[in-house]
């Protein structure tokens, strides 16, 4: 197309802050343009604004309705800002194509034009920066999480394409933002973010891997009975859990050895296991707590050791005897305290009385005995014996 000629009474100069201007492929960038007036503008007159392609003088941009432009520029090229003041123009998805010099000029109307010889020149250059991730510094399993990936540089989203090489937790998105839930296992996962650029032909990859924290989850706890009593827990957590076994409220030591629990514990990353051994068969209803813990969460197991019924029956038994025997002994030293207490009460109580007795009592003569007399009776007279006569 024709160019006007440069009228320089209205349109004094153009400010350009920017005559070169570097920028990489697939990118985008703005080339700041505003123009000042010495004077008022002819009344009722707009303004029109155009950005050429200098090589084959081709419009690429203005804010003039209804204009015709280049097929291969009109979504790549746009005018931005106070377009009644401005000349700003706004150049997306770049190509090494665009490498040119772009001129502007403002039509005033009624024969009333200006022209610029001399405009912006690109220099356009191959894509070098990666993807920046924005991942939040915790990621927490079964907790929703959302990750950006992005170029800097861009004026618009570019698609990007998700992708986990460990799992399929995460799967492919078409868009910059990515929404999912981590599980546990995702824990050192390598995810992927792929840039595509479709205009260019162009895919920039980065990679990250993720580091998943989980509160700490029993994962299986049992009881066996042979010779000793042997219970056991294990523990799921990131980063690994400590677990604490607990009898009747008393926190029982790890690895720790006596005369009845022996608790001995072993890890790996992400997991943590932990046994305790009873020494000896339970003889009444016993229970035991195991505890896993981490700076994320606690979760806690219990577990009740019930005797077998001839172990019931033993002690019944057992303490039945011992309650008699005890009882027999209380008894008979009971009762050997009631003797000696009565013993010396009665003591006590006869020194006490005695005195009393004896003053009470009048002192009398003692009386002589006499025998009675007996009457004797007259002598008879003897009669004469018969043989003599």
Same mark, same amino acid.
């Given at each position: 197309?024709?160019?006007?000629?440069?009228?320089?009474?209205?349109?004094?100069?153009?400010?350009?802050?920017?005559?070169?201007?570097?920028?990489?492929?697939?990118?985008?960038?703005?080339?700041?343009?505003?123009?000042?007036?010495?004077?008022?503008?002819?009344?009722?007159?707009?303004?029109?604004?155009?950005?050429?392609?200098?090589?084959?003088?081709?419009?690429?941009?203005?804010?003039?309705?209804?204009?015709?432009?280049?097929?291969?520029?009109?979504?790549?090229?746009?005018?931005?800002?106070?377009?009644?003041?401005?000349?700003?123009?706004?150049?997306?998805?770049?190509?090494?194509?665009?490498?040119?010099?772009?001129?502007?000029?403002?039509?005033?109307?009624?024969?009333?034009?200006?022209?610029?010889?001399?405009?912006?020149?690109?220099?356009?250059?191959?894509?070098?920066?990666?993807?920046?991730?924005?991942?939040?510094?915790?990621?927490?399993?079964?907790?929703?999480?959302?990750?950006?990936?992005?170029?800097?540089?861009?004026?618009?989203?570019?698609?990007?394409?998700?992708?986990?090489?460990?799992?399929?937790?995460?799967?492919?998105?078409?868009?910059?933002?990515?929404?999912?839930?981590?599980?546990?296992?995702?824990?050192?996962?390598?995810?992927?973010?792929?840039?595509?650029?479709?205009?260019?032909?162009?895919?920039?990859?980065?990679?990250?891997?993720?580091?998943?924290?989980?509160?700490?989850? %029993? +994962?299986?706890?049992?009881?066996? $009975?042979?010779?000793?009593? @042997?219970?056991?827990?294990?523990? =799921?957590?990131? *980063? &690994?859990?400590?677990?604490?076994?607990?009898?009747?409220?008393?926190?029982?030591?790890?690895?720790?050895?006596?005369?009845?629990?022996?608790?001995?514990?072993?890890?790996?990353?992400?997991?943590?296991?932990?046994?305790?051994?009873?020494?000896?068969?339970?003889?009444?209803?016993?229970?035991?707590?195991?505890?896993?813990?981490?700076?994320?969460?606690?979760?806690?197991?219990?577990?009740?050791?019930?005797?077998?019924?001839?172990?019931?029956?033993?002690?019944?038994?057992?303490?039945?005897?011992?309650?008699?025997?005890?009882?027999?002994?209380?008894?008979?030293? %009971? +009762?050997?305290?009631?003797?000696? $207490?009565?013993?010396?009460? @009665?003591?006590?109580?006869?020194? =006490?009385?005695? *005195? &009393?007795?004896?003053?009470?009592?009048?002192?009398?003569?003692?009386?002589?005995?006499?025998?009675?007399?007996?009457?004797?009776?007259?002598?008879?007279?003897?009669?004469?014996?018969?043989?003599?006569?």
């Amino acid at each position: 197309m024709a160019l006007p000629l440069l009228w320089l009474g209205l349109l004094s100069h153009v400010l350009m802050e920017v005559k070169k201007t570097p920028v990489e492929e697939g990118l985008c960038t703005t080339i700041p343009c505003a123009f000042e007036f010495p004077k008022e503008p002819p009344g009722n007159s707009v303004i029109m604004r155009y950005w050429l392609n200098k090589n084959i003088s081709s419009l690429v941009a203005t804010n003039k309705p209804n204009a015709t432009v280049g097929d291969n520029t009109k979504d790549e090229f746009y005018m931005t800002g106070n377009l009644e003041e401005g000349c700003t123009l706004l150049i997306h998805d770049i190509l090494k194509g665009n490498s040119i010099t772009y001129l502007f000029y403002a039509d005033l109307g009624e024969q009333n034009s200006a022209f610029l010889g001399e405009n912006i020149k690109l220099f356009v250059s191959e894509l070098n920066q990666k993807p920046e991730r924005h991942v939040p510094e915790i990621l927490l399993a079964e907790k929703p999480v959302t990750l950006n990936c992005t170029l800097k540089g861009t004026c618009k989203e570019t698609k990007a394409l998700f992708h986990s090489w460990k799992n399929s937790a995460v799967s492919s998105s078409s868009s910059s933002v990515l929404l999912f839930t981590l599980r546990p296992e995702d824990h050192g996962s390598i995810l992927g973010c792929h840039l595509n650029f479709s205009l260019a032909n162009m895919t920039k990859n980065s990679l990250v891997k993720l580091q998943v924290v989980s509160p700490a989850r %029993l +994962f299986n706890s049992s009881c066996s $009975l042979e010779k000793t009593v @042997l219970c056991s827990c294990s523990f =799921h957590g990131i *980063p &690994k859990p400590s677990v604490q076994w607990w009898m009747g409220g008393v926190p029982v030591t790890v690895n720790s050895m006596d005369n009845i629990l022996r608790v001995t514990s072993s890890t790996r990353a992400p997991w943590a296991n932990s046994t305790i051994n009873l020494i000896g068969e339970p003889e009444i209803v016993m229970r035991l707590r195991c505890e896993g813990k981490n700076q994320y969460g606690i979760h806690t197991s219990s577990i009740f050791l019930i005797p077998n019924k001839k172990s019931v029956s033993s002690v019944f038994v057992k303490g039945l005897i011992q309650g008699i025997v005890y009882g027999a002994i209380a008894f008979s030293l %009971l +009762f050997f305290c009631l003797v000696l $207490l009565s013993m010396k009460m @009665l003591t006590w109580w006869e020194e =006490h009385q005695s *005195p &009393k007795t004896k003053e009470g009592l009048p002192l009398k003569k003692p009386e002589l005995l006499e025998e009675p007399e007996v009457p004797k009776m007259p002598e008879a007279d003897t009669p004469p014996d018969r043989a003599g006569v």
